[in-house]
């Protein structure tokens, strides 16, 4: 399932950078959802917020983004069918070359389990449940790169 929500801190819609938050389960996606946009309010600033709920549906929106605009990606990690983190390591490539700051989130706490996350090419990972001040440093800190 993919989903694309346009939101503006300004009230304007226009080509924007996006942020992909990819999750099976869609309370999860909706809280992030919520977060992110209270966030961009705060912080005045205007980005899409796309939505996916496997692995595959992070690659197709990644490949399929030829204008380069997904800034963001958080994406948990246990999906059924593909994992974040085998996703993360299919996009590996297209991450690099377009600076895209990849965020896994987990309820696990293993750190062989994390490690794994991190070698895959996630940048950071995040336990459940996520704080809105994580997201707006995430945000904060991928606008001034």
């Not at 992909?20 to 961009?40: A, Y």
């Not at 062989?112 to 995430?138: C, F, Q």
């Amino acid at each position: 399932m993919l989903n694309r929500h346009e939101f503006s801190g300004k009230g304007r819609s226009k080509a924007l950078p996006s942020v992909l938050i990819v999750d099976d389960d869609i309370m999860i996606r909706n809280s992030m959802k919520s977060m992110i946009k209270k966030v961009l309010n705060k912080l005045n600033l205007e980005m899409q917020i796309l939505e996916g709920s496997t692995g595959f549906d992070l690659i197709d929106m990644v490949n399929d983004d030829v204008d380069n605009k997904i800034k963001i990606i958080f994406t948990d990690e246990n999906m059924p069918v593909c994992e974040g983190s085998d996703a993360i390591r299919m996009i590996s490539d297209i991450k690099k070359q377009n600076n895209i700051k990849i965020v896994s989130i987990t309820a696990v706490d293993d750190l062989n389990y994390i490690m794994k996350i991190l070698k895959s090419g996630a940048d950071e990972v995040l336990p459940k449940p996520i704080h809105i001040k994580t997201i707006e440093r995430i945000i904060m800190n991928s606008m001034m790169e």
